[in-house]
């Protein structure tokens, strides 16, 4: 179901002078740029002004990673959303891109503290990325960003 309205009072983002991050694929490009509409979207209801959110093109989900770590090391941004679909083919390539992202993403996190998301879609058929993209399901761009902005709200309870 696919949500709307405002953000529950817990996401409201605790610091809305950050700055925010989102990694985009550019494979399956129509897909990337409605997650990338609905994280943006998200952001501004979270407390983010439009002027602190970046937006850094690769050519795949695969590159995200790499680009999450570069952005990381500016040390400009408090999180980073990485936005993207993966849709299974005939070949084993699915199962290593969604490998690497999402490996390379949790290792980025993990090793600077900065929190990555993961809003790329990983799907066997093109409508079923569709309906994570806006359609019935939601949009996981909006899911990935609620998942950032909790986790900077939480950094920013414990004073680190």
Known sequence: MARTGAPPEAQRLAAPHVRVALICSGFHRDLTEALVAGARARLV????????????????????????????????YAAVVAL??????????????????????????????????????????????????GGDVGNA?????????ALLNLHGQLGL
């Open 84 to 133: 993207g679909a993966v849709v299974r083919g005939a070949t084993a390539h699915f199962e290593h891109v969604c490998f690497g992202a999402s490996q390379g993403l949790m290792r980025v996190a993990t090793n600077t503290g900065v929190p990555c998301t993961f809003g790329i879609l990983t799907t066997d058929t093109v409508e079923q990325a569709w309906a994570r993209a």
């Open 141 to 149: 761009g909006v899911d990935a960003v609620d998942a950032a902005v």
């Open 45 to 76: 209801e979270c407390g983010l002004p439009e002027k602190n959110i970046g937006e850094y093109w690769v050519p795949g989900a695969y590159e995200a990673p790499l680009a999450a770590k570069y952005v990381t090391q500016s040390g400009r």
